[in-house]
């Protein structure tokens, strides 16, 4: 699973139109979330940083939500976009999920363990959950 990572409001006009899962790293606008929503019809997930999340419009958030489009908290720690400007969610999370499914612990459970075990927040990691 990867997540697109758009430094900057002038990337979403290039941004591929089939991309599921983006992480903003600057605080966006209102106009910014409609243009990424449109320029990118599937889209499922937008993750923002904590602390742009306070900043976001509850007229974005009902948009969103009408949209069936997620609006998660958190950061990709540790990516550098100069080198790609995808951050990918390793095998080894997914291979840890299966693991621990197969002991039968609950999804909050694996959500609390694996947001203290590696660089996911527990949102991120209750979506990957539920495609799984």
């Not at 969103?64 to 540790?78: A, H, R």
Request: include cysteine; aromatic fraction near 6%.
């Amino acid at each position: 699973m990867k997540i697109r990572i758009v430094s900057k409001r002038e990337e979403i006009d290039k941004l591929d139109a089939n991309e599921k899962i983006i992480h903003l790293a600057f605080r966006p606008s209102n106009e910014d979330v409609f243009n990424l929503v449109k320029k990118c019809k599937d889209v499922e997930v937008i993750q923002i940083p904590t602390s742009y999340r306070r900043t976001v419009s509850k007229s974005i958030e009902m948009f969103l939500d009408m949209q069936n489009i997620k609006l998660i908290e958190g950061d990709v720690w540790g990516h550098r976009k100069d080198i790609n400007e995808y951050y990918t969610i390793s095998t080894a999370i997914a291979g840890r999920i299966t693991d621990l499914r197969s002991e039968g612990i609950s999804d909050d459970v694996i959500a609390d363990k694996l947001s203290r075990e590696g660089k996911l927040n527990k949102e991120m990691l209750f979506y990957i959950l539920s495609q799984g």
